[in-house]
């Protein structure tokens, strides 16, 4: 699938990689405010997407992005 959208397997994984930190940004606020919340939600469903993906990941990969 990612290669259909132009993305190489180790792209897929950086991005993985950026949007669990974006998701960690956001955890800390989550539940003060629906506009964050918001957010928080969409990175989470573009986690997942993201994830689903990648397929399977190495072990040194896996650990990077729980």
């Not at 397997?9 to 964050?36: C, N, Q, S, Y």
Request: charge should be negative.
């Amino acid at each position: 699938m990612a290669k259909a959208l132009g993305f190489s397997d180790d792209e897929v994984k950086l991005l993985l990689v950026a949007v669990r930190h974006m998701r960690r940004t956001f955890a800390e606020a989550r539940g003060r405010d629906a506009a964050i919340e918001d957010y928080a939600v969409l990175y989470d469903r573009l986690f997942e997407k993201l994830r689903h993906m990648a397929g399977p990941l190495p072990a040194n990969v896996e650990g990077l992005i729980e």
